[in-house]
């Protein structure tokens, strides 16, 4: 009897340390940030094929979501080949707001970006950013839907 065939994904998925600091409070943060995009720089040099990009904590106050996307921002511009994916929750966005950056953040670097959500109605922000961005967006915290 023959085994069945087992398809095994190569993907090497790498989530990056949150950077808590580096955008929003400089004293310091820099480091952190500098640490983070030289992370990034080794896992897609070992041969990761996606960098994820840690949202704020869900307790977080809105304004403090948006350095998630600076630093993917930061991490797309520092790295030439690996996926990077952007992790936002839904109460925290608009999706107008992250269509706009979703298309600069692309058009700068190839079409690598990929937008997490999570959190209560990702699923209806997922549909309204996927309405006003083409590129891939995905809805829940499962690395194999990456």
Do not use: I, N
Request: no cysteine.
């Amino acid at each position: 009897m023959t085994p069945a065939a087992m398809t095994v994904s190569t993907t090497r998925v790498v989530h990056l340390d949150r950077v808590d600091h580096g955008v929003t409070k400089p004293a310091g943060g820099s480091r952190d940030l500098d640490a983070m995009l030289a992370d990034a720089r080794t896992a897609e040099a070992e041969g990761a094929r996606v960098l994820v990009v840690p949202a704020a904590p869900a307790a977080a106050p809105a304004r403090r979501h948006w350095p998630a996307t600076a630093q993917a921002l930061a991490v797309l511009l520092a790295t030439s080949s690996a996926r990077v994916v952007v992790t936002v929750p839904a109460a925290s966005w608009e999706p107008a707001a992250l269509a706009r950056f979703a298309t600069s953040a692309s058009g700068l670097a190839g079409g690598r970006l990929v937008v997490r959500v999570l959190g209560p109605g990702a699923e209806t922000f997922a549909a309204d950013l996927a309405a006003r961005w083409s590129g891939p967006v995905v809805v829940g915290d499962d690395d194999d839907l990456l």
